[in-house]
């Protein structure tokens, strides 16, 4: 990639704003006192963070009007969404051209997904169940483990904040159709949130196979649980259960099976003890990942013991350890050689700020059952400029362990596992530019990503298939958020560009998108809230099977422009209706070859609160 045109246009803004320091912009704001955890497992301001972060607040949740998880990510700079048909249907998310199961996804601080195919199915995440998404780009193996090369997605369940209940209802496009409750309670000594909700459609047809020209929707029934209860002001206990499960349709090349039932289930308690400036928090989990149809069953089960220490000091020094513990177990309609794997884990995080200097560094050390252990660190300088600039320089490593289809696969008369693969490895650096000026936020992101030993599923002479460690790839590319106020209205723009490439071909790897732009622009007169959102997608390689050769041929999925827009409206502090269009030009595009993506989608609901 060429980096001049880049460095070109942050100097000329740079120049223009960093040096002449406007004297009314402020640093008060909301977001520098957001505390946040995905950056070091513990608290701490969101101005302090040294890596790329994005937050998206309950708030905006409730004025995009999200169908599903595609519909939050998509909208954030450096996460390209990849959709196989509409709502339900199975999602990728490419974090800075890395691979989808290379982005570590959490939910409540819990490692959630499928241990034989390395990713969680984003698409079953119920979005009306969330309070906030916490998302950083680029590696955090030396705080969190294996998969988190290109970032991590940290989903925090919804939390009601007082003593209320809600009632929504939704219907639109394709029959869809959406039932959520929830109701909060808080006493004296702690507070305890419940949330109910069911979603059902009835889909389109999502390929033109002629062996399937069936609708394909889903059913989808969630619930979720949040408790806390302090015994005193240096003792208390959080508890977090959610449940989703359902059916999911689809279609597939050559018939067969076309449902899919599943269950997702995690809880996790948390008990922590604070002495002093200390902070120790004790954590046991489990969380399970279920699929099966009528010729197949997978399931992963996951129990994990965390112990995390935090100390802060007044003079700018914070320190955060601990150890992880967690075992994986695989259950399926095939019997795997190997179906339990154990890993243990270490880790230190030390941060520090002093004058204008911010400083972090993170090493870790992972022990996992049949593989090398791993080593991985993070080292982060921060130089505030002035009170409204920084520029910070990242580098660290990553790594993702080979999934149980990867190792142990049931040998079969096409393919098999292999034992002897080794963890996938990476080696990121990147240059960030923060800032602000006036009413308007900005953060301009340059990075540089080598991935080692990536694993892919190749054929011999015979068409059998094994996985190996064959491959490598650079990840390089130009992210950028501008956020301001003007004329009335807030606008949002976010621009992405990815050299994705395979280094031992010089070809970009399928499916990323080269260019990804987004624009939000919203607006609150009284009670009415609009939003208006456009987006365009580059040119994104894809391969097709070619019947005639038994091979795949490279084709190029066509740029496209997306439009969508929403509305809120307040009768009064408990009556609120609103509304959605989604591709509100019905643009004919595609995601992936073959795969239809929805055209223009309606959606109304009307939402009752007690207070």
Do not use: C
């Amino acid at each position: 990639m060429k980096y001049s045109f880049i460095f070109a246009a942050i100097a000329t803004s740079f120049s223009a704003t960093a040096i002449a320091e406007d004297p009314t912009s402020s640093n008060d704001s909301d977001q520098e006192n957001t505390l946040v955890i995905t950056a070091s497992r513990s608290e701490q301001p969101l101005d302090s963070v040294l890596s790329a972060f994005d937050l998206i607040s309950r708030e905006e949740i409730e004025l995009i009007q999200p169908t599903s998880m595609s519909d939050l990510l998509s909208k954030v700079a450096g996460l390209d969404v990849v959709r196989q048909g509409g709502g339900g249907q199975n999602a990728s998310v490419f974090t800075r051209g890395a691979n989808s199961n290379q982005t570590l996804i959490l939910v409540d601080g819990v490692r959630v997904g499928s241990a034989t195919l390395g990713v969680k199915s984003l698409q079953s995440i119920p979005t009306v169940q969330i309070e906030r998404i916490e998302i950083i780009k680029g590696p955090r193996a030396a705080i969190w483990g294996s998969d988190a090369i290109g970032g991590v997605i940290h989903i925090i369940t919804r939390k009601i904040d007082g003593t209320e209940a809600s009632l929504e209802a939704t219907s639109g496009s394709d029959g869809y159709n959406k039932q959520v409750a929830t109701a909060g309670v808080s006493y004296d000594s702690g507070s305890t949130s419940l949330s109910i909700s069911n979603e059902e459609t009835d889909g389109y047809n999502i390929t033109p196979t002629p062996t399937q020209e069936d609708d394909d929707g889903f059913e989808r029934t969630s619930y979720s649980l949040r408790s806390n209860y302090r015994f005193s002001d240096n003792f208390s206990t959080d508890l977090v259960y959610q449940d989703t499960h359902g059916e999911l349709e689809f279609d597939t090349a050559f018939g067969g099976a076309d449902k899919s039932d599943y269950e997702n289930e995690h809880w996790v308690i948390n008990v922590l003890y604070r002495s002093g400036n200390w902070l120790n928090t004790f954590s046991y989990s489990e969380s399970t990942d279920d699929s099966e149809t009528t010729t197949s069953f997978f399931r992963t089960e996951r129990d994990q013991n965390s112990w995390l220490t935090h100390y802060t000091s007044d003079s700018g020094l914070a320190l955060t350890g601990g150890f992880d513990f967690y075992t994986d177990e695989v259950e399926a309609s095939t019997n795997f050689s190997v179906s339990e794997r154990d890993t243990e884990a270490g880790f230190l995080h030390l941060a520090y700020e002093t004058g204008n200097w911010i400083f972090e560094a993170a090493l870790r050390r992972e022990e996992i059952d049949n593989i090398d252990s791993e080593n991985t660190h993070n080292v982060g300088i921060g130089y505030r400029l002035n009170s409204n600039w920084t520029v910070i320089v990242n580098q660290g490593t990553g790594f993702k362990v080979p999934t149980f289809n990867d190792l142990y696969f049931p040998a079969s008369n096409f393919s098999a596992g292999n034992p002897d693969l080794v963890s996938e490895t990476s080696d990121n650096v990147e240059l960030i530019i923060r800032g602000s000026y006036e009413n308007a936020r900005l953060e301009f992101v340059i990075y540089d990503n080598e991935v080692d030993d990536l694993i892919v599923w190749l054929p011999n002479d015979q068409f059998f298939f094994q996985p190996f460690n064959v491959a490598k790839a650079t990840l390089s590319g130009f992210e950028s958020t501008i956020d301001f106020d003007g004329f009335g209205l807030n606008h949002k723009f976010t621009y992405s560009y990815v050299d994705a490439e395979d280094d031992s071909t010089g070809s970009q790897l399928l499916r990323r998108a080269d260019q990804v732009f987004n624009y939000n622009l919203s607006k609150t007169i009284g009670a009415f809230n609009y939003l208006l959102h456009m987006s365009y997608h580059g040119e994104r390689p894809d391969a097709v099977f070619n019947n005639t050769t038994f091979t795949t041929d490279r084709v190029t999925l066509s740029d496209y422009v997306l439009v969508d827009t929403s509305f809120t409206y307040a009768f009064n502090k408990r009556l609120k209706i609103k509304g959605s269009i989604n591709n509100l030009f019905d643009e004919d595009y595609q995601d992936v070859a073959n795969f239809i993506t929805p055209g223009t989608e309606f959606y109304l609901s009307l939402e009752y609160r007690t207070n």
